[in-house]
């Protein structure tokens, strides 16, 4: 059974960081393209970024490019989402996906590509 558990979310204030984790268990994971989303109350969620299996490929939202880094790390089961200079705006619950790619190494940024979601962490900025 796959689980997607999602990590470090709080409060923070505006121009603060935070690093998400999300742990993946039950599948085999570099078989996996990796996806981060928010939900921000009375909103549909959005999409964040998105990594490929080998981390080769990435893509970012245009809302958050330029202070929003994905990573993951194959041998832990791993995905990141380093967020800085974070704005009131960026409240919202995060959530981690996972998309089956067999070999492939594309990036996908529509939810319903995406076969498994954690259940979210909560990140709240303050201004």
């Known amino acids: 059974q796959v689980h997607l558990v999602e990590s470090g979310g709080g409060l923070v204030q505006a121009g603060g960081s935070l690093r998400l984790s999300c742990a993946a268990s039950?599948?085999?994971?570099?078989?996996?393209?990796m996806g981060w989303f928010r939900q921000a109350p009375g909103k549909e969620r959005e999409f964040v970024a998105a990594?490929?299996?080998?981390?080769?490929?990435?893509y970012i939202a245009d809302s958050v490019k330029g202070r929003i880094t994905i990573s993951r790390d194959n041998a832990k089961n791993m995905v990141y989402l380093q967020m800085n200079s974070l704005k009131p705006e960026d409240t919202a619950v995060y959530y981690c996906?996972?998309?089956?790619?067999?070999?492939?190494?594309?990036?996908?940024?529509?939810?319903?590509?995406?076969?498994?979601w954690g259940q979210g962490t909560q990140v709240t900025v303050s201004s």
């Open positions: 039950g599948l085999t994971f570099r078989n996996f393209g």
């Open positions: 996906a996972a998309k089956y790619l067999g070999g492939g190494s594309s990036v996908y940024a529509n939810r319903q590509s995406y076969d498994y």
């Open positions: 990594i490929s299996w080998s981390a080769g490929t990435t």
